[in-house]
Each structure stands twice: as structure tokens, then as C-alpha cells.
């Protein structure tokens, strides 16, 4: 019996999903960086004014992969009906939410430039949006329950550190890509990313492993790293996304600055956010329907 | 639901038959303003009581093909063969009926006429074809299949012991069934819907199948033992059994044997039977009275058929006692394992189970008759007859239901369809009864070929392209046509003429004959013209006609006798008799035309039309049982169209009242069965051989015949014998081992051979499917050859033909084995959506003197192979 | 009010597909969709092995993952625990395709014809099949089987129903417990497939030996 992956959500959806987490991701650590306040205010202004248009993007890209766009709208219509509905809420909502914090911060309105206070009112609430933005697009794929590979809170767990990473990384990536020399932020935020890396590595282990009980998850876990999937996961995920920029971070903090320095973090941030949306498709096309069982047999369902 | 269209004119269901493939079962069509919309059964017919296949709904999609021939056409590129591309050029009827019709006024000799038809179009090619071959006087025909895989064995077979064209459980009554190498009532045609219901209520029932099969097939997986066996070594299976039976439980229906079959005619040391001097009688021993009698005495308290009896100062036996120490003598379970690989302890047991379930002397009442209750029977097909052992292999198998009694009585194995009717209640027509023949032999009323089964024709010198009437009991011969050494066969047999035009119906013979070089190059090509009524362009009209006629498919015509000759179709059960018709659900479309009205309107034109008609009021009797009233004969001045035939035919068989206009109304009549024609063994005085004498004398001829031609070894004359023998295939003795594996081929419920693969519906449900389209191995097997799933091979016969496709490794398979679905691998550009799907297995077969069965020269379809990998895929 | 139910016995059946391509003309399905899919299975090692065909309807489950996921309200299940998708409301987000676990739910982008290499346009069958297809379904959103409700409506079975060969396939009531189905349920074992995920189907089979 050949288990064979779903095939309907692909790379319009990871790029949802990668695009959702990454501007959730962007948007806390330009709010945390407001919260240093100083030398953070670049960083900070960086984070949150990426926050809504990347998320935005996605949500077109999720609008390009619906079969009936027009009835778009109707998504938000009925909040507990499910997932997908509370999702498009709370992504709604941090998108009003990352929409006025950049709209009062900048010119004409300049509302918020100054005041500190509500901008961090702003910023905290945006930030728990932003969370369950970067959780949801786990859970999402976690109601799937007849997707062993998807239904497990390490989705919602990795895509969590993943979405901080490539947060930290495209904010890194603008920081260091408008010229000069590295910054002391942009290289704590590199240490903050490796940190993050390594836990998502260790999430990652834990995420392979942990699915390896029901036949559907071991097909899934077999796919991803030996199967026709692995080319993506191993180069990917685990060279691009993974290894390549904690090697150029740790170079980066630990070996080179000024120039040099930027340019490789503009290449592991790069490096990094490419292995980001590599993640979302994989764990995308790594999703197997379990078989469905009577007596001694197991029949695969056909591709969905 | 249609309400909802508030512009629908007109929706109206019209009953009919499917023609998607031999089974007719009963259809209703639905049409909404014209169009054709939906198809499901007729639950009104005891033909399919209202369920159809696969096949049957998705020839809405063949209808409207949009692949379909639909105006005549000419070939413009004069080069001939396969894959080659004929350049058609559409012409009009006018030019397509003057060409054809000039070519037949020029021929040197009408006798080169050939007619070739398809067996899917069953009920089509009872009129047009005999009735032109008579009218124009030529004897060559083919009906594609006959002689490759489900012919000259199996129907002759079934003929000489069932009166039948094969022979099919009770499952009313079955309680156990052993097939080898059939899926009846899982796929194939006899009837096949309603044999799917009642197997299915039988397997509820508990009953049990034992299946022979290379391959898990449909049946086998179905069954409650599946035993995998080696290609055609299934009748050396079946005597083995018959060993255990006769001399290990020494059970048999003694009953049945003395009154039913020859079993008790006294053998002389030299083979023939004790004949009476005074009334030529074969002689039975009366044990009470201690002395010879004529079989039919009416003094005869007693038969013996065991022991030895000295007539006249000769030591005879009752033939029952040769045929039981026959098989103990040479048919040891520890040398049939070694042939077929069916472990000797499984076929020990599985003949423990048939005697068993047998019920021996058990008797069941059915309205009100008692009657012999035998709920186990053996059946087989295309499977186990599809070699050289062809017609033995039949025989030896039914000689299991012979021991125990298990004929045409409840639950044993019934000729199919219904060989004996008493006709319609209020015209006595079709009126099939058979009768003995003056050695209490059983000669069949009916028959759909011109010879009957028994007594064996004959040998004359040959008259027929395929020299097929210089041999007893074959139909037809492809080993003589299909080698390259026709002409030689030809001019040897002093044939005074040669092939000149070939009249094809539907037949795709490329493909389904033998190989397609072989059929093309060395058969084909040797016509002048070669035209062709065809629903589709396919391998045959690319590689060899001069014109194609567009035809209309079974949706767009009439047809008088759909289930009658019973055939194929017509469910064998106390049912009702089901007479079903054809008629056009739509007008034909575009300029497609039925192929009866065309062969009458050509035979108008050759001023042969009082011929045809009288060859029509001729046929009738032999193949619908009874003359025809004087009224509704064809008036050999008269003129017809198709239409006033069938009503003719309609009236003549039903009643007055029964004529096209009324049948149009409900596609079918139907009157209640009776148990004497159902279960009708003992209700007629005939008997049946287990001993073949009457093989002696016609092998002798046949073989002094051919000598005298001095062609003695076109055939193995050790075949003609009177006890039944197993003979190897060549494939069961191909020394080389790196031809491995044999190769076989099997047909899946949801494709007719090779018609139906164009069909989107059905191509796309084969698609989906893990085996159809792949070629499969067992699982072991395959890994020893390195091959993994989806690898793309070459199969090699040993002669270096191959073909080439992705394998499927598996577990329901023998590890010696292979197999090929049906007959697909297309590559007639007519056909797109076919091209290249799955493999063509047939380019495997080899087909000559050599592989062909010397009793009635059945083609061997089984062949060794060796599998390697395909270079880059 | 009635809960319809299927019943569909393995052991008799014996993987024809007649199903799979009744549903497809009675329900005039385009290419690519069958509600009515037969998926067929081998276990076990030569020569104990074991083929056997699954044919699939919607299973019409009391707890319908499909619509726990379905965020437009689309999917919506009636008094007789028939789900259905409203073709207005569907935005075609296949969150119901990925979390049906019986593969009971399908779309398609657009009416390919089945023969595209012919020239000239779609066969009368073809146009009045996507007349019909667009009439009650259409492209993008998530189609599925409802029981054949318009056939049984009038008094019909449903289309596989009427044309299963084996006769392995029963339409009825789960609610009345002298139904055939229901009756067949308890007298041969009646499971449903796949329990683990909480949907209870109203779809039965019977075991495969
Ligand atoms: N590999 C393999 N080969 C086989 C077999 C097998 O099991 N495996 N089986 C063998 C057997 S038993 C048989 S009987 C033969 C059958 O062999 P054929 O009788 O040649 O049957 P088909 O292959 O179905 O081809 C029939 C052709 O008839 C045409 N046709 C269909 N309907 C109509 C119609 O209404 N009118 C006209 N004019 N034409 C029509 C179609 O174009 C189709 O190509 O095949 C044999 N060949
Ligand atoms: N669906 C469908 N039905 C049909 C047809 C069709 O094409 N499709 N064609 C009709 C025609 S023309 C015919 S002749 C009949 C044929 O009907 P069947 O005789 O039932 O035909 P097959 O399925 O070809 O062969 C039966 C089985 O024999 C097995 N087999 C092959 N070689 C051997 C052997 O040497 N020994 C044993 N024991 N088994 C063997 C095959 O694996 C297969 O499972 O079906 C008719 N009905
Ligand atoms: S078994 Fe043959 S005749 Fe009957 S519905 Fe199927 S294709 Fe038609
Ligand atoms: S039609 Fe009946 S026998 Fe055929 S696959 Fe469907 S359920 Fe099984
Ligand atoms: S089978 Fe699937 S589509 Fe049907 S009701 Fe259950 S979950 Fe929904
Ligand atoms: S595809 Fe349609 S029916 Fe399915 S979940 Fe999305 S909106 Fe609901
Ligand atoms: S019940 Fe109707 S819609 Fe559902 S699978 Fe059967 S035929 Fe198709
Ligand atoms: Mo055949």
C-alpha cells in the first residue's frame, strides 16, 4: 500500500503561512525593540512596519489559492465555526491593529511618535495578535485530524519559533541591507536568532520524531527525509535554513563585523528566510491522509 | 430533477441491450431532448434484473466519442501495415457501396471472400455475415477470439457434454465451486450481471470457491481458497483429482454414470467400442443377468462399469473402469505437482471437498419435480483453454462433474446459457431440445456455428483459407493463416484460390489474433481489399483497410435476437427466458450507418438479395430452433429493408402480436421457465461421453487425409485418443533458463478486450487502478531482479519479441509467473486516449503448428519470458 | 424524520467500479471527480495474500469533520444527517478536503473535456453534463455526494445503489431499527470506518470476509 500526500495545499498556502508567521514574527520584535527604546528605534520601526504588509501579502497569496475568491470575505462571517474563521479574525485583527500602529507612527499622523505610552498599548496588543498569528497558522493545519503529520502541537510549536526566526532575520535583512556598517542591534539579534535556530532544531528532531507512531505519520516521516521530499527538507530546511545561517551568524557575532559583517547577514538572513518558506512547504507536502482500515486491510486514499 | 429545466421537451427512458460486451444484459436509456443522458439496467430482465457494469454506463461516453468514425473514408497511402499511417480521405456512401461493390464483381473467385467479426457485437454477425457468406458463396470467417482464447476448446467441449456454449454453476444451489481459470460471475461475460448477483447471494449463503488462478484475480480474491497454479496445466490438475476420486475415496454417482454417459460401453482391447453385430449398438455388461447388451436395451436390469467381461471370446471393460485405472496409471499426484506446482496434499483435499459437498444420491424437489441435488461443480474458461491441451484441458475438467453427477441438475454445472428450450408458450419457438444420436450420444438442436460439436465433422479435403474442414472438430485455425508459411499450407493442400477481399466488422484482429506482425504481414496483407464497419479507427483499419464504413454502435440500431442463441447472455436459472431486443436510442449520428442494412443493401446491389434472403429463412431454424411459419419466411423475390426482417423474425418467433412495434415498448418479452428445460439432464434420453471412441476414427481420417497431401505433420496425432491426456505447452518445456517466468494475460470486469480503452470514463477509473495498466510480478520474484515498483521492463519471449512496461510487484501472484491485463497498449492514432495505456500482450504470443492444440487447433496464449530493466526509463 | 444510511457489505463485493462510474452519469461528474471511489487494497505475503476493494461514498458523518472546519458556513447538515455544501457560500478553501477522512469531498477548477484531443466542441452528453454539473455544483468549491437526494426524492434508490452487481451496496434508514440496513448491521457486524476520529458515519460496512 502507497500512502500519497495530499495535493491541494502547496506553495500558494506556505507562502501563506511562512509570510503570516514571518510578519507576525517582524512585528514582536519590532514591539520588543520599541520596549529598549535607544539605539533599538531603527530595529523597532523596522519590525512593525513589516508586520502588516507581510501578512497582507500572504493573505493574498491565501485569496489567490481559494477555488471561489469571491466568497473571500465570507471567511471571517462565522468566528466559531472554525479554525480557518478565527484564524482570518485574528489575523484581521492584527492587521487593523499593525495598520494603525504604522499609520499613527508615520507621517502626516506622527500620533504615535511621541506618544510612547499608547504606542506601547498599541504594540502590547498587536504583539498577542501577532502571537496567535504566528500559533494559529500551526493550529490550522492541526484540525486536519485525519493528518497524523499536521494534527500535533509541534506544528503550532515550530512554526511558532520558525515565525520569531525569520522575524528577527527579515528585520535583520533590512537593517543590514540599507548600508553601513553592522550594527550592536543587528548582532543581538543575530544571538537572539541563533538561539532560536537551535530551538528549532531541537524542535524540528522532536516534530520527525514524535510523528513516527501511526503508519500515515511514518509514511509522512519517510517522505520528508528519504522520499521525494527530501531534496527540499535536507537543502531546504535543514542547509539553507538551518545550518548556513547559524554559521554565518556565528560568524557574523562572533568573527566579523562592519561591512563584511552586514553582508553576511544580509546573506544568512536571505539563506534563512528562503529555508523558512522550504519548512512550510514541506510540512505542507509531507501531509498523508490516514489510511482508512477494515479487517486486515489498509487502503490508501487516492490524492485529495 | 429534470422538472427543473423548465424548457425540457421530451425525457423518456427506452428499453434496450448493452453491447459493451458479450453479456447483452437489458438496458434502459434515458434521453432528454435528444440526448442520450444517463444508462442503467432494465429491472425489468432477468438479463441483469436491473444492475449493469462499468462498461455498460460508460458506453454513453462511446456514443458520443467524439473519436468515432462518423463519414466513410478511403486510404490514400497504398503502403500496408501496423503503425502505419493510411492517410484517410473522407468519400461519400455513393463512392464507399460503388467501390466495394465493383471490387466484389471483379474478383476472380468469390470463395477469396473473408469475413472477419467482432465477439463483442455478438448479436450482430447472426444475420449479415452467414447470410452474404451463403448468398455470395465463400465459407472463410473469423470471429475474433475463436481459436486464440475462447473458442475451439471450450465450446466444443461444452457442446459434446452440456449442449452448451460453456457451462456455469447452479449458484442457486451450489455449495462449492472450483475454478480454473474463469471469472465467472466476477467480471466476464455468461450473463455476467445476473451471475455477480446469484454468486454473490451464493457466497452469502455460504457457499464455497475454490479458485485455480496464476494471480490473486477478482475471483480468487473472492474465494475462500485461492491456489496458485502454472499456466496451462490445469486438465493435468483435473486427473489428478479424478484419481484421487476414482481410487482413493472410491465415490462416484454410479447412477448418474450408467444412465447418463458411456461410461458402462464394453471397450475392446483395441480401443472401440463392443458393437452389437446385429444393430451396430455399443454393448454395456448386465451384471444381473450376466451377459452383453446393446446400451439401449429394454431389458437391462443392471450396467456394469467396473471389472472385465469376455464378449464374444474378447476381454472388454466398461470404459468408467480404463478411465479410472488411466488416471491412477499416469496421473500421480507427486508427477501433477511436479507439472503444475499445486502441492500434491492440496489437490488431495480439494478433491476430498468436491466429493463431499457433492451429496451423492441426494435428491431436492423443485415445483414439484424431484430431482438429483449435486451442489458442487467445476467450471473454467478462457483461462485453462487457452493452451495446447486446450480441448483436453475442457473436457478433463467436466469429467469431475460427470463423476459425481453434478449435469445440468441442481447445484452442479448447468450448460450456459439454457441449452434446452420448449419455446415461447404461444408459438413452441425457439425450440432447443437435443436428441441421441444411434450410440445414445447426444446431439445438440441448436448451434451458432455451422458445424456441431458432435457428431465431429467429417475431414474433407480442405475448401476454407484456413484448410479448417480438413480437421474434425475445429472452428477456426489461426496457426495455418498467421505463419509465414501460409502460401506453402496453400499450395500443399491444393487450394485453387487465394484471398482476395476481406469484409471486417468490427474485428480488431490485429491485436486480437495473435502478434500483430505475424497477423498483419503474413495474413492480412495478402488481401486485395480489405474494408471494414468500424465505430472506431483502430490497430486493424490503420494497418490494413481500404475503406471503413462508419457504423452505428449498439445505441443507434435495431436488432431482432439479443439474448437468443442463448449463448452467451441468457442467465441459466429459474428465472424467466428473456427475449430482448435493440433499438436505437438515438438516429444515428452524423452519416453513421448500421452494418445490417449495409450488407443487405450491398447484396442488392450484386443482385444476390433472394440468395441472402433465402440464407436467412435457412439459418433461422439452426440457430433459433424451429422452421419458420411460411407467412414471415423472406420471399426470395421480395424486397426488405432491415427493419421488415427483424419485425419478421420479431412475429415468427413470439406471436403475431410481437412484432418491432411492439417489443419497441418495453425492448423485451419474457415467459416463465420450466424445470425441465432448466434442470433438463434427466428429462432427456441422452448420454454423454467419458470415453472418446469416436476420436479414433477421426484422427485416423484426418491424419490419413493430410497424409495424403502429404502434409502428415501439420498436427500431433497422438491427441486423437479416446482417454483423457495432458499435453504440455512448448512454453512447459522452454529449456533456457533465462526465460523464467510465464506470462499469461487476464481481463479486468471493467474493460471488453480491446474496444473499450478509449473510453474516458473507463480510462479514467484504469488510470487509479494498481494493476491494470502495470505489468505484475510477485513481490520476491521481483526484488531477485533488482525491480522495484513503477521500474519500466522489457518481456522477452524466446523467439526475441518483446514488449515493454512499468511493473507492479505484488503478493497475489505465482512466483513463476506473470501477468498482463487484457489487451490494451494501443497505438492506433484513431484511439488517443488509449495510445500507450498498459501492455499489449498478444505481440508475446507465438502462434504455429507447434503451439497450437492438435485436437481442435485452439492457439496456446501461454509463452516464457525473461524480464530485464529498460535502459533510462 | 429519517437518518439516511448506507450499508456496504465487502464480501460480496468484488471491485467492479460499476459504482464509481454510475455515480459519475447519474450525478454527470467532470473529470477528476468521483464520489462513488473505489480504492482497492492487497495485504498479506504469497500465497495467504488478500485483495479486497473499499468503494467510498460521503459517509455523512453525525460529527462531520468537514464542517467542523468549513469557516463560510458552506457546509451545512440537514434533518436526515445529509451534509451538504451550499455552492454560494463555498469559497473553495479546501480545509474541508484535507480534514475529511474518508477523501469524501472533491473539487475542480473548470469542465476539461473528456476528449481533448478531438476538434470541435463538447458532445452533446458533455454540454448538457456541464449544464447540469454548473446547475448544481460548480468550479473551485468542494463537491460531494449527498446520497443521490433527487433520485431518492422520487421514490428511488440511489444511483450505485440501483447498479451494484454484486448487489453489496443498501440505501435506508439508521434511525429505524427494522430497516434492511440496520438489520444488516447488527446481524453481520456492521462497523464504521475508521472510529478514531470521533465522526460516527452513517455509512456501514460489512466485514470484508
Ligand atoms: N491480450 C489479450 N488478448 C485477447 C484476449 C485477452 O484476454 N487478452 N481475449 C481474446 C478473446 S477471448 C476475444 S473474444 C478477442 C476479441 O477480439 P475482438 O472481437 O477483436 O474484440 P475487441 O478487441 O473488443 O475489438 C472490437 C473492435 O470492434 C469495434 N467495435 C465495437 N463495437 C462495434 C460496433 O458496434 N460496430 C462495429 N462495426 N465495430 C465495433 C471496435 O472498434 C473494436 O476495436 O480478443 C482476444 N484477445
Ligand atoms: N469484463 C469483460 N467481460 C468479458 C470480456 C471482456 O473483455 N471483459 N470478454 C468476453 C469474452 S469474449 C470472453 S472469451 C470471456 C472470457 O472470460 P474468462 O474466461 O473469465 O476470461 P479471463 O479473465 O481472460 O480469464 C480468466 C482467468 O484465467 C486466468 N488464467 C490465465 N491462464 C490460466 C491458466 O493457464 N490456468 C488457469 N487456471 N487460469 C489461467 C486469468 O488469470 C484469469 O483470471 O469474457 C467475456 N466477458
Ligand atoms: S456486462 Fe457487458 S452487456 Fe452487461 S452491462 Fe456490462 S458491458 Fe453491458
Ligand atoms: S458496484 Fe458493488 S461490487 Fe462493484 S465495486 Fe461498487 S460496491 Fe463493489
Ligand atoms: S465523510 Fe467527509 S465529507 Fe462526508 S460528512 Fe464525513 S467528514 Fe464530511
Ligand atoms: S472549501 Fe468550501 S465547504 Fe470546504 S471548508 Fe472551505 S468554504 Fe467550507
Ligand atoms: S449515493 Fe449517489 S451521489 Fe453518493 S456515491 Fe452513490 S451515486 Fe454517487
Ligand atoms: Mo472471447
Redesign the pocket.
Known amino acids: 500500500m502507497e500512502l500519497k500526500a495530499q495535493s491541494k495545499w502547496r506553495w500558494l498556502i506556505a507562502a501563506y503561512l511562512f509570510l503570516a508567521g514571518l510578519g507576525g514574527g517582524a512585528y514582536v520584535t519590532g514591539v520588543v525593540a520599541d520596549f529598549l527604546g535607544g539605539e533599538w528605534v531603527q530595529i523597532s520601526k523596522i519590525g512593525v512596519f513589516l508586520g502588516f504588509p507581510c501578512v497582507a501579502v500572504g493573505c493574498l497569496f491565501l485569496i489567490a489559492d481559494l477555488g471561489t475568491p469571491k466568497n473571500f470575505w465570507r471567511a471571517g462571517m462565522r468566528p466559531n465555526t472554525s479554525w480557518v474563521a478565527r484564524g482570518t479574525i485574528i489575523i484581521t485583527t492584527f492587521m487593523i491593529v499593525g495598520v494603525i500602529h504604522i499609520g499613527f507612527w508615520i507621517w502626516p499622523f506622527h500620533a504615535l511618535e511621541d506618544a510612547v505610552g499608547a504606542r506601547q498599548v498599541i504594540g502590547v496588543l498587536g504583539t498577542i495578535f501577532a502571537v496567535l498569528t504566528m500559533i494559529y497558522t500551526g493550529i490550522l493545519l492541526g484540525a486536519n485530524r485525519p493528518i497524523a503529520f499536521w494534527s500535533t502541537a509541534m506544528v503550532p510549536l515550530l512554526f511558532f519559533v520558525s515565525a520569531l526566526s525569520t522575524g528577527i532575520m527579515a528585520v535583520m535583512l533590512i537593517a543590514s541591507a540599507r548600508g553601513g556598517a553592522l550594527t550592536g542591534q543587528v548582532e543581538a539579534l543575530a544571538r537572539m536568532d541563533i538561539l532560536l535556530i537551535i530551538m528549532e532544531m531541537f524542535v524540528l528532531v522532536f516534530y520527525l520524531q514524535a510523528t513516527h507512531r501511526v503508519p500515515e505519520s511514518r509514511a509522512s516521516a519517510k517522505l520528508v527525509l528519504t522520499g521525494s521530499v527530501a531534496p527540499l527538507f535536507w537543502v531546504g530546511v535543514v542547509i539553507l535554513g538551518l545550518i548556513v545561517p547559524i554559521i554565518l551568524e556565528l560568524i557574523g557575532t562572533f568573527g566579523m563585523h562592519g561591512e563584511g559583517g552586514a553582508a553576511i547577514s544580509i546573506l544568512a538572513s536571505v539563506s534563512g528566510l528562503f529555508g523558512g518558506l522550504c519548512l512550510r512547504e514541506v510540512v505542507l507536502s509531507g501531509g498523508i491522509l490516514a489510511p482508512l482500515r477494515a479487517g486486515r486491510f489498509e487502503f490508501a486514499l487516492p490524492m485529495v | 430533477m429534470s422538472a427543473q429545466r423548465s424548457n425540457v421537451k421530451e425525457d423518456v427512458w427506452i428499453h434496450t441491450s448493452c453491447g459493451g460486451?458479450?453479456?447483452q444484459c437489458g438496458i434502459r436509456v434515458r434521453r432528454v431532448d435528444g440526448v442520450v443522458v444517463d444508462i442503467e439496467g432494465n429491472p425489468e430482465t432477468p438479463a441483469g434484473s436491473g444492475r449493469i457494469?462499468a462498461?455498460g454506463t460508460a458506453q454513453l461516453m462511446t456514443l458520443y466519442d467524439r473519436h468515432r468514425v462518423n463519414y466513410p473514408v478511403k486510404r490514400t497511402n497504398p503502403e500496408k501495415g501496423v503503425g502505419v499511417d493510411p492517410k484517410w480521405e473522407r468519400i461519400t456512401w455513393d463512392e464507399a457501396i460503388d467501390t466495394i461493390v465493383s471490387k466484389f464483381k471483379n474478383m476472380k473467385d468469390p470463395r477469396g471472400t473473408y469475413f472477419q467479426a467482432t465477439?463483442?457485437q455478438t448479436s450482430e454477425i447472426r444475420f449479415a455475415v452467414p447470410a452474404f457468406m451463403k448468398a455470395w458463396g465463400f465459407k472463410n470467417y473469423w470471429v475474433s477470439?475463436g481459436g486464440l482464447?475462447?473458442g475451439n476448446g471450450a465450446h466444443f467441449m461444452n457442446g459434446i457434454m452440456h449442449a452448451a456454449w460453456s457451462i456455469i454453476p447452479d449458484w442457486t444451489h451450489n455449495n462449492y465451486t472450483i475454478y480454473?481459470?474463469?471469472?465467472?460471475g466476477h467480471?466476464?461475460?455468461?450473463a455476467?450481471l445476473q451471475s455477480a448477483q446469484w454468486v454473490a447471494d451464493a457466497r452469502a449463503r455460504g457457499m464455497k470457491a475454490v479458485v485455480?488462478?496464476?494471480?490473486l484475480?477478482?475471483?480468487?480474491s473472492k474465494a475462500h481458497e485461492w491456489v496458485p497454479?502454472r499456466?496451462?496445466?490445469?486438465g493435468a490438475v483435473a486427473l489428478a483429482m479424478l484419481n484421487v476420486i476414482l481410487n482413493e475415496i472410491g465415490k462416484w454417482d454410479a447412477h448418474y454414470l450408467k444412465l447418463k454417459t458411456n461410461a458402462p460401453y464394453l471397450i475392446k482391447p483395441d480401443q472401440y467400442y463392443m458393437r452389437d453385430p446385429e444393430t451396430n449398438k455399443p454393448l454395456i455388461w448386465d451384471p444381473e443377468d450376466g451377459k452383453a447388451k446393446p446400451f439401449d436395451h429394454p431389458s437391462i436390469k443392471d450396467y456394469a462399469i467396473e471389472g472385465t467381461y469376455e464378449v464374444n471370446g474378447t476381454p472388454c471393460h466398461p470404459s468408467f473402469q480404463l478411465l479410472k485405472e488411466h488416471v491412477k496409471g499416469n496421473y500421480p499426484l507427486d508427477k501433477v505437482e511436479k507439472i503444475s506446482s499445486v502441492p500434491a496434499t492440496t489437490i488431495r483435499r480439494i478433491a476430498h471437498e468436491f466429493v463431499e459437498h457433492a451429496q451423492i444420491g441426494s435428491t431436492i424437489a423443485i415445483n414439484g419435480k424431484e430431482l438429483p441435488l449435486r451442489p458442487a461443480a467445476a467450471i473454467f474458461?478462457?483461462?485453462?483453454q487457452?493452451?495446447v491441451n486446450s480441448g483436453w484441458n475442457c473436457l478433463e475438467i467436466d469429467l469431475l462433474n460427470q463423476v459425481i453427477g453434478a449435469s445440468d441438475v441442481p447445484g452442479g454445472a448447468m450448460g450456459h446459457g439454457p441449452p434446452v428450450s420448449h419455446g415461447h408458450p404461444d408459438t413452441g419457438k425457439p425450440e432447443t431440445i437435443p436428441y441421441p444420436c444411434p450410440d445414445g450420444l447426444m446431439v445438440v438442436k441448436g448451434w451458432v456455428y455451422d458445424h456441431k460439436p458432435y457428431p465431429l465433422r467429417e475431414p474433407k479435403p480442405p475448401t476454407r483459407l484456413d484448410l479448417q474442414d480438413m480437421f474434425p472438430c475445429s472452428v477456426y485455425n489461426a496457426f495455418t493463416i498467421c505463419t509465414p508459411e501460409w502460401e506453402q499450407y496453400l499450395k500443399d493442400f491444393k487450394i485453387d484460390y487465394r484471398p482476395e477481399i476481406m469484409i471486417n466488422f468490427g474485428s480488431n484482429s490485429v491485436m486480437t489474433m495473435a502478434n500483430a506482425e505475424d497477423v498483419t504481414e503474413n495474413f492480412l496483407k495478402k488481401f486485395d481489399f480489405v474494408f471494414s464497419f468500424n465505430i472506431f479507427h483502430n490497430e486493424f483499419t490503420e494497418a490494413v483497410a481500404d475503406v471503413v464504413l462508419p457504423d452505428c454502435c449498439f445505441l443507434e440500431r435495431y436488432t431482432p435476437c439479443v439474448t437468443f442463441p442463448s449463448t452467451?447472455c441468457h442467465p441459466t436459472g429459474m428465472d424467466h427466458w428473456v427475449w430482448q431486443i435493440r433499438q436505437p436510442v438515438v438516429q444515428p449520428l452524423y452519416e453513421r450507418r448500421d452494418f445490417n442494412e449495409i450488407m443487405l443493401e450491398i447484396a442488392k446491389r450484386l443482385g444476390i438479395h433472394d440468395k441472402y434472403y433465402k440464407a436467412i429463412n435457412d439459418l433461422i431454424p439452426v440457430r433459433y430452433g424451429g422452421e419458420m411459419s411460411p407467412e414471415y419466411k423472406l420471399d426470395p423475390s421480395g424486397d426488405y429493408s432491415w427493419q421488415d426482417i427483424v419485425d419478421r423474425v420479431l412475429k415468427d418467433r413470439l406471436g403475431p402480436d410481437k412484432g418491432l412495434e411492439a417489443l419497441k415498448k418495453t425492448g423485451l418479452e419474457k415467459w416463465a421457465t420450466k424445470v425441465e428445460e432448466m434442470y433438463w439432464r434427466w428429462f432427456v434420453p441422452v448420454r454423454v461421453p467419458i470415453y472418446f471412441e469416436y476420436f479414433l476414427d477421426s484422427g485416423k481420417k484426418a491424419r490419413e487425409l493430410c497424409a495424403s497431401f502429404g502434409r502428415e505433420d501439420i498436427q500431433d496425432w497422438s491427441f486423437y485418443t479416446p482417454l483423457a491426456e495432458w499435453f504440455p505447452c512448448p512454453s512447459h518445456e522452454e529449456k533456457n533458463p533465462e526465460f523464467d517466468l510465464w506470462a499469461?494475460?487476464?481481463?479486468?470486469?471493467?474493460?471488453?478486450?480491446s474496444s473499450t480503452q478509449n473510453n474516458p470514463w473507463l480510462d479514467e477509473v484504469s488510470v487509479n487502478d494498481p494493476f491494470v495498466y502495470l505489468i505484475q510480478i510477485n513481490a520476491d520474484t521481483g526484488k531477485k531482479k533488482g525491480l522495484s515498483d513503477g521500474d519500466v521492463v522489457y518481456v522477452e519471449n524466446p523467439i526475441g519479441r518483446k514488449i515493454k512496461g512499468p511493473v507492479k510487484l505484488v503478493e497475489g501472484m505465482h512466483p513463476e509467473q506473470l501477468?498482463i491485463a487484457?489487451c490494451h497498449g494501443h497505438w492506433a492514432r484513431g484511439t488517443p486516449i488509449s495510445k500507450g495505456k498498459g501492455q499489449f500482450f498478444d505481440d508475446l504470443i507465438i502462434t504455429d503448428a507447434k503451439h497450437t492444440d492438435s485436437l481442435t487447433q485452439g492457439s496456446d496464449?501461454?509463452v516464457k519470458v525473461k524480464v530485464y530493466k529498460a535502459n533510462g526509463r | 424524520m429519517p437518518r439516511y444510511g448506507f450499508v456496504i457489505d465487502l464480501k460480496r463485493c468484488y471491485g467492479c467500479y460499476s459504482c464509481q462510474v454510475a455515480c459519475k452519469a447519474a450525478n454527470h461528474t467532470p473529470q477528476g471527480i468521483d464520489w462513488a471511489r473505489c480504492v482497492p487494497a492487497e495485504t498479506g505475503k504469497f500465497p495467504s495474500s488478500l485483495r479486497q476493494m473499499l468503494p467510498l461514498v460521503c459517509q455523512q458523518c453525525a460529527n462531520p469533520t468537514c464542517m467542523e472546519v468549513c469557516p463560510t458556513g458552506a457546509t451545512t447538515q440537514d434533518e436526515n444527517g445529509i451534509v451538504h455544501v451550499d455552492k454560494n457560500l463555498c469559497m473553495g478553501c479546501k480545509a474541508c478536503m484535507m480534514a475529511c477522512p474518508y477523501g469524501a469531498r472533491q473539487s475542480v477548477e473548470d469542465w476539461k473535456t473528456y476528449f481533448p484531443d478531438a476538434e470541435g466542441g463538447l458532445d452533446p452528453y458533455e454540454a448538457y453534463a456541464k449544464e447540469k454539473w454548473e446547475e448544481k455544483n460548480g468550479y473551485g468549491m468542494a463537491t460531494k455526494c449527498d446520497y443521490c437526494m433527487d433520485r431518492v426524492k422520487e421514490g428511488r434508490q440511489p444511483a450505485c445503489v440501483d447498479t451494484c452487481p454484486a448487489k453489496a451496496r443498501y440505501f435506508g434508514d439508521l434511525d429505524d431499527p427494522e430497516s434492511e440496513i440496520s438489520i444488516l448491521i447488527k446481524r453481520e457486524h456492521g462497523f464504521q470506518l475508521n472510529p478514531e476520529f470521533g465522526t460516527d458515519p452513517s455509512c456501514y460496512y460489512l466485514p470484508p470476509r
Do not use: E, L, M
Open positions: 460486451c458479450y453479456a457494469c462498461k465477439t463483442v477470439g482464447w475462447c480454473f481459470g474463469c471469472s465467472k467480471g466476464a461475460g455468461h455476467a485455480f488462478d496464476p494471480f484475480s477478482t475471483q480468487a497454479i499456466v496451462g496445466t490445469d474458461f478462457r483461462g485453462s487457452g493452451h452467451f499469461f494475460s487476464w481481463r479486468p470486469s471493467f474493460h471488453t478486450q501477468g487484457g496464449a501461454c
